[in-house]
């Protein structure tokens, strides 16, 4: 897919992201580097039509915006993935990953996986981490908020997509809160300290990427790429639910394997 132009951002953590500006007006953040042949977008809030506090880019009913103004927010994603029929799911903070093979609800689940070309797969997350895996043809979108992380749904995205492919996935940490901006109850931080080590947290402080990333590694999955975003830090790009209460939108992540090969 063409872009409009691109300007490389920096992130927290170097290098591993870069922001996009589809045709439609989108504006988005890839990894770096991005799998090949796979098209892996965090759309952020910027380049929709909803007004305050859902500027711009939102993609949740739920939280008060007009229907219209998600409906052009969704046509614009779309667009901007190559207008592909988008799978979603009804998010629930489980560990369900459920296979796809056709646009449209998909049930009730936190990640989606499937091996057809030019299907988007999405999940709407405001803070919580958006994972992207990628394993030969098989791509797949989780929605990892803490609930899911600790009951280790990115590794079991990742587990579930060895056996068809063959090989080990590539893992992709979008956009989400990071330790500077995310307290957790004591008992949520010894949970998690319990589950993944006593680096995942510092205090209160969760590092839920780094939890993430764990859970991965255990699963077989070799490189990941984070790309260090933190959706607390920059309310200037994302929705971010904890610090831009009482009501914020919902970022949508999305990947898709398109037939001719990806836009990058
Ligand atoms: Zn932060």
Redesign the pocket.
Known sequence: MPHADRDGIKTQSGDRAEMGVSHSGAVYIEPRPAPEGVDVRFFTRLGGVSKTPFDSLNVSRKMGDTAEAVDENLARIRSAMGGYPVAWVDQVAGKDVVEVEAGGFSGVADGLFTSRENLSLAIGVADCAPVALVAGDVVAMVHSGWRGTLAGISGEAARGMVQPSGGAPAAYIGPC??R??YEVSQEIADDFAREFGEEVVSGRRLDIAEAIAVDLRRAGVGDIVDTGL?T??RGDLFFSHRTQKPKTGRNLCVIARPSGGGGT
């Open positions: 809160i990071r500077c901006c933190c607390g830090c």
